[in-house]
């Protein structure tokens, strides 16, 4: 009777905390976008009284007919940068998330006008910028207080970290969420069950390595379970094919499916029907760029592009493109190495091809080629695989999906990141594919083009 009780006393609770959760997010949204429109109504009322407006009414009927798309875009944009979880994004990351989505947005709703027929001629570019310097001020000013708001609801997090010094989940944690977490305990091994107990009893939150011993981890996570508290583990590599697994039962005997890691080839037609599409229009837009870039390379002296062995699907070797970055025959006395911080090889005007990631533009004439994918696993060199896979028998999985110009590796980690984890993003990449993922990590990737630790060299 006592379990039952406290069954559903739990559940209660768990029931109005997901109810106050889903209300309160609802709120910011209602919030967010009263924000956007009352921003294009000001512009509106603004260039209205100073005259510069002289179809008004046309003007607002314009408006009316591009609303539901730029509900559609800001759903997509809000739900693509993370801004209804961002207790544990810093307000730097916050904010900049909302100032990059503001141009987005802006550039969006220029788009809309130029194809909605109904929009084209009568939505005045007057009141497209001027709104959008309004909702840029406004939505970060309201973000950063909903940042506030949501760090002092939350408050300091007491953590227990179950994890080897290899993990570096301690220092990222230290690092990264100092706002948010408080490290009560961080440890590999302890003496005894109780002992344990304690510690994630009192903890609000527990992390867990991949390279603790396996029966420590499996008490950890039983007790987290029994003690009702969030669990934060880095996968090992088979536990990441558990991700996509689906109940499929044996007679009466619960099994879980688990399907290896290979697209179907609607899939993969799918993908590469969006691929062309992509990469062609990114070469329309960009053209104007590469031709500028192709004569700031070449007056920097040597050759404009770059040519590289790579590696992509089923262990397939191609040659990658790219505009040149580092000084002719960079390699020739160091042999084959991986770009390193402040890197005395990289030219002047190729450490800003890499800052902005312009570099990669070429690498469109790989996916109109077949070689590459717009998102997938980034290619390596055929001399740093071999090396990888006498390291990490798995890594050769990542082959099983078509190199990428971008991945969710890039836009979850940074450059430095190390090899194992990025092939954890990899793998949990190529283990959930999907187009609406491929879509988001498009979205993100625009993010991260201008944030400095996602171009930082390896620290040699």
């Known amino acids: ?41 000001f512009a509106f009322f603004i260039l209205k009284r100073f005259d510069v407006l002289t179809e008004y009414q046309r003007n607002i009927s314009a408006f009316k007919v591009i609303s539901p798309y730029i509900v559609v875009m800001y759903l997509i944009l809000m739900y693509g940068y993370g801004l209804y979880n961002i207790t544990r994004k810093e307000l730097s990351e916050v904010l900049y998330s909302v100032f990059l989505l503001s141009i987005i947005f802006t550039i969006w709703i220029m788009g809309v006008c130029f194809v909605v027929r109904d929009a084209a001629l009568a939505y005045p570019r007057s009141v497209l910028f001027l709104s959008g310097m309004f909702y840029l001020i406004f939505l970060m000013s309201w973000r950063g207080l909903v940042w506030w708001f ?80 969030n669990v934060f583990y880095i996968p090992k590599y088979h536990d990441i094919s558990l991700m996509s697994a689906t109940l499929n039962k044996t007679d009466d005997i619960p099994t879980l499916f688990i399907a290896s890691m290979e697209s179907s080839p609607e899939e993969l037609f799918v993908k590469r029907f969006f691929d062309i599409l992509l990469a062609s229009l990114a070469s329309v837009v960009l053209l104007p760029f590469g031709l500028i870039i192709v004569l700031l390379v070449k007056l920097d002296g040597g050759s404009v592009f770059y040519s590289q062995e790579r590696v992509t699907r089923n262990n397939r070797v191609f040659r990658i493109l790219k505009f040149r970055t580092m000084i002719p025959d960079a390699e020739k006395h160091s042999g084959p190495v991986l770009a390193g911080e402040d890197d005395p090889r990289i030219t002047k005007i190729g450490r800003i091809l890499r800052a902005a990631r312009l570099d990669e533009i070429p690498q469109l004439f790989n996916i109109l080629k077949g070689d590459m994918s717009v998102v997938g696993p980034r290619p390596e060199r055929p001399f740093f695989v071999e090396q990888f896979e006498r390291e990490i028998p798995e890594y050769n999985y990542r082959h099983r999906m078509k190199a990428g110009l971008t991945g969710l590796a890039q836009v979850e980690g940074k450059y430095n990141t190390t090899v194992e984890n990025k092939l954890r993003y ?35």
């Open 150 to 229: 949501e760090c002092k609801i939350s408050g300091f997090k007491k953590i227990a970290i179950f994890s080897t010094a290899s993990d570096n989940l301690s220092s990222s944690i230290a690092k990264k969420f100092n706002h948010f977490y408080k490290i009560e305990y961080e440890g590999d091994e302890l003496e005894n069950i109780e002992e344990m107990e304690v510690i994630i009893n009192a903890a609000d939150e527990v992390f867990i390595g991949c390279n603790i011993k396996p029966e420590v981890r499996d008490k950890a996570v039983s007790l987290c379970v029994k003690y009702q508290k």
């Open 1 to 41: 009777m006592h379990i039952k009780v406290y069954s559903s006393l739990s559940n209660t609770v768990t029931g109005y905390k997901l109810f106050v959760l889903i209300m309160r997010r609802l709120f910011y949204i209602i919030v967010d976008l009263s924000v956007i429109f009352l921003s294009i109504q």
């Open 426 to 460: 990899d793998l949990i990449y190529i283990n959930n594919y999907s187009i609406w993922r491929d879509f988001l990590i498009i979205i993100q990737t625009v993010k991260i083009l201008f944030m400095k630790e996602s171009t930082e060299g390896v620290n040699n």
